[in-house]
């Protein structure tokens, strides 16, 4: 990421989804960098108002903000119920498309590993779209 570029990551509220072009701009961002419909605007709000729930909220929307603009967003779940006790989760790892390459997703991964730990997780899942021969899903199965 370079050095003008300060990247905040929070954890989305209800309060966010009450913003007039966030829900909006999540639904863009995710939907572009998958392909496909990922989400839909009834899920993202549900999705926002899980995180009113601050620490105890189970499962929660990151996003990542460069100034005032919207460039990603990830889930983690602290216990879903298919992985063993002490196992989070994180998936639905988006970043505009035009922004990628530029350090977001690794400031979103951080963001969501800590909460994670924070929490009591010893294992963390990871959901991400494998493709055989592209080298950056490749470079994840290894990881």
């Known amino acids: 990421m370079a050095a003008s570029q300060q990247v905040l990551v929070v954890i989305g509220t209800s309060e966010h989804a009450s913003k007039p072009t966030i829900v909006e701009e999540i639904l863009r961002i995710v939907n572009t960098a998958f392909g496909h419909q ?4 009834p899920e993202v709000m549900q999705r926002l108002a899980m995180g009113d729930a601050g620490s105890e909220a189970n499962r929660v929307l990151h996003m990542a903000f460069c100034g005032e603009v919207l460039v990603g967003c990830m889930s983690s779940t602290l216990q879903p119920p298919w992985t063993p006790r002490d196992c989070g989760h994180w998936g639905m790892l988006a970043v505009d ?9 690794t400031a979103l991964v951080q963001a969501g590993e800590q909460r994670l730990a924070e929490a009591g997780c010893k294992q963390v899942q990871i959901e991400y779209h494998f493709t ?10 290894s990881w």
């Open 38 to 41: 990922r989400l839909t605007q």
């Open 97 to 105: 498309p035009s922004r990628q390459g530029q350090g977001f997703a």
């Open 132 to 141: 055989v021969g592209d080298p950056s899903t490749e470079r994840l199965k």
